[in-house]
């Protein structure tokens, strides 16, 4: 008598390889140059070789099969940031920006699709949103951390600083990955390190605002 066990292992991964292979050729075809709102479902489909109610089986939509594209992306790029603490300086902060904007032009076609997507579809945009929020909240706890310690004048917002520290640099590389060639992503990881570095974490100590 054949394992039940075996069977459900099996149906397990054959699911598992079918839903990869549509990520896969979604992502594929971003990277060739289609626009998000170019494609379509049935597109997906007959790249992945699978039909269009097949992949209903696996996603809602395009939205749905976008987001768990693009939770890989974030997860990966907030383990890189979040290795930095102001222990480490400058230099070292300069080291973690260029490879984020490593991870950011590996996925640019992504990204742009994501950043296309949040201008018409609510959810998308809610979504990237949420996604920021841990490196918000990484941000400022190193801020007041540093603040405690006195290395960061008190008169910073953390909240303001890290909304700024964090959109602002999202923003930032999301224009520049899709705009320039690698010969500038060094200049862009100096750049944003010193900005937070002498911008938030060691800004000078002026007088207090009337």
């Known amino acids: 008598m054949p ?3 075996r069977s459900r292992s099996g149906s ?43 992949f209903y089986l ?9 987001i768990r594209l693009a939770d890989s992306l974030n997860a990966t790029s907030f383990d890189i940031a979040s290795t930095w603490h102001p222990a480490n300086g400058l230099e070292r902060l300069a080291g973690t920006f260029a490879d984020v904007v490593a991870n950011y032009r590996a996925q ?5 699709a994501i950043h296309e997507a949040s201008a018409y579809d609510r959810s998308i945009r809610e979504f990237w949103n949420t996604r920021l929020e841990p490196f918000r909240d990484n941000a400022r706890k190193l801020i007041a951390s540093e603040q405690k ?13 890290a909304r700024i520290m964090v959109d602002g ?25 010193t900005t937070w570095w002498y911008g938030i974490f060691r800004r000078p100590t002026r007088p207090a605002r009337p």
């Open 12 to 54: 397990t991964e054959r699911r598992r390889a079918v839903e990869e292979q549509i990520l896969d050729t979604a992502s594929r075809l971003l990277a060739e140059g289609t626009s998000f709102t170019a494609l379509g479902v049935q597109h997906i489909a007959s790249q992945a070789g699978i039909a269009r109610s097949t």
């Open 169 to 193: 640099g999202d923003g930032f590389l999301l224009r520049h990955v899709g705009g320039t060639d690698s010969t500038a992503d060094n200049t862009a990881a100096w750049q944003l390190a």
């Open 58 to 66: 696996y996603f809602a939509d395009k939205t749905e099969l976008l």
């Open 149 to 161: 310690a006195n290395r960061t004048p008190p008169g910073i917002d953390p909240d303001a600083a």
């Open 3 to 5: 394992s039940i066990t």
């Open 108 to 112: 640019s076609a992504l990204l742009a």
